[in-house]
């Protein structure tokens, strides 16, 4: 909770409210000794019975009780005046920045993918403002979801297709489908994987920090419509980093795929352990952040006045019937 914006308006409602109790005390004071009071001989005696001592003290009992209902709702009410409410820093660079999770499904990455989406389940859970989206490819792409905030949104997609890595042969989050065209005789496309999630990008207009995690083992079968290196121009042309996860990272499958992201100022890590996911996403956290430019953070400021208003409209709920029952 942040502190009170314009705490000097509370301090200055509380002021109002007690000059005004004060006035009214002393006027109070001054109606008790007016001139045109009329004064009764010996009432000290009427003042000393039980009845009247009594009475006094139910009296007293009720102003006490008033004054505390209001009090109860004057306290609230001056809180919410000064603007109670939250303060957060955000990143500018980093709420425009995109990343693109780009998946192999082909039979060879079915464990590798497991682990790496349920790992990005969990790391989604402390972003703040970047935009994450989701391809799937064999021989043909699916956008499994484009490029989002809602995180909620991210969460439940990545843990339901996780999960669907588990499941041969559909299921609400098979990962697979749509991604093999039985007519074409070719697996594990890269390139052409790799140049769909390039082209699932938005706002190609505007100068947004882009990456793409590719997830594959780069073991191709047939010819797609891009090669590698083809796909790979069009990531450098949209200024798109290639950050690469291999499942197998030796021999000449993993040299090429290491060449082509290093081409667009990325890299590539082997996986060889599932785990291995958590330490590749902070390393291109870090390669990410050394590309943006230094930008003064923004502190957006959040008002919470529900609570006090809430407290402030309970106090006048409870007054009102107090004052009718006293009137009566």
Known sequence: ???????????????AVLVVGGIGWWAAGRERTAPDAVLVAHSRRLTQLPAYRA???????????????????????????????????????????????????????????????????????????????????????????????????????????????????????????????????????VGDGLASCVFNFDHVDQER???????????VHGSGVYTLSEATELAKERKIRVYGLNPMPYGSHHSELSAATEET??????????????????????????RLPDVAPVHVRTDLPTIWLSLGLLGLVALYPVLWWWRR
């Open 1 to 15: 909770m942040g502190g009170l914006t314009w705490w000097w308006l509370t301090l200055v409602v509380l002021l």
């Open 265 to 290: 100022g990325g890299r590539t890590w082997g996986l060889d352990q599932p785990g291995a996911t958590d330490e590749v996403t902070s390393n291109i956290e870090k390669l990410e952040a050394a």
């Open 209 to 219: 920090p882009r990456a793409i995690i590719l997830g594959t083992d780069n073991e």
């Open 55 to 189: 009475a006094l003290s139910r009296q007293r009992v009720r102003l006490l009780g008033i004054g505390a209902i209001i009090g109860f709702t004057v306290l609230p009410l001056a809180v919410a005046a000064g603007r109670p409410g939250t303060t957060e820093t955000i990143d500018p660079e980093k709420n425009n920045r995109d990343i693109m999770l780009c998946l192999d499904v082909s039979g060879s990455m079915y464990r590798t993918d497991k682990a790496v989406l349920e790992d990005f389940a969990e790391i989604v859970k402390n972003f703040r403002g970047e935009r994450i989206g989701l391809v799937l490819w064999n021989n043909q792409a699916v956008t499994a979801f484009p490029l989002t905030d809602d995180y909620t949104l991210v969460e439940e997609q990545l843990t339901g297709y996780a999960e669907g890595f588990s499941i041969f042969g559909g299921g609400q989050y098979d990962p697979t489908d749509g991604t093999f065209n039985e007519r074409i005789y070719a697996s594990s496309q």
